[in-house]
């Protein structure tokens, strides 16, 4: 029997941070954001001067990543969601990071990200795929980044988020996809309680 591992893909700003920290708490298990190594990857090839589009530089950086040193505020900025993006095209970078996620997910756990269901544990027994519009997803995000003080007009981000969505859905290794046996959630309309009594729901289902 496989472990009880959570897969919880779907866009930038859908909601699926939120599900999964609540989902987290609920099972009490432990919460792996992928995008967040991603993030580190991007912007450490960037501070590091490093073009992004420079596969085997970023992969390098992916190998010797610590989990310890994701806790940096520069990995949650606009600027590192869309480095995140570009280095998560290079197929070495997926491998490099793959062992980590999937060491991850061979305990109970709740793993967030775009290809959690298809490619990270695709034997989970309970996937998610939580999607919003665009339109939502931007509203949501514009707002975070004002929180934290980062000034942006809501266009920008609206044509970030769609940017984001064609590099990450359109590219040719581990695209963002539900996976066969995931359960949509559109939270375009919901509330963060209703999203939150939705995915408990699914996931008592998959049980
Ligand atoms: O989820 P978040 O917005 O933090 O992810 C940042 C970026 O990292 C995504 O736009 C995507 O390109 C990449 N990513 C990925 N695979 C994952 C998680 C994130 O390609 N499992």
Known sequence: KPPFVIAVDGPAASGKG???????????LP?????????????L?????????????????????????LDDPGFRTRG?????????VHPQVRAALLKLQRDFAAHPSVIDGRDIGT????????????????????????????????????EDVLADIRKRDERDGGRESAPMRPAQDAVLLDTSEMTIEQVTDAARRIVEAAR
């Open 119 to 154: 490619v990270i544990a695709p034997q989970a027994p309970a996937k998610l795929y939580v999607t919003a519009t665009p339109e939502v997803r931007a509203e949501r995000r514009w707002k975070q980044l004002q929180g934290q003080g980062e000034a942006v007009s809501y």
């Open 31 to 43: 919460v792996l954001d992928t995008g967040l190594l991603y993030r580190a990857v991007g912007v």
């Open 80 to 88: 590192a969601g869309e480095a995140a993006s570009r280095v998560a």
């Open 45 to 69: 090839a960037q501070r590091a001067g490093l073009d992004l589009d420079d596969e085997a530089a970023a992969a390098k950086i992916a190998a010797g990543l610590e989990t310890g040193l």
């Open 18 to 28: 939120t599900v999964a920290t609540r989902l987290g708490e609920a099972y009490g």
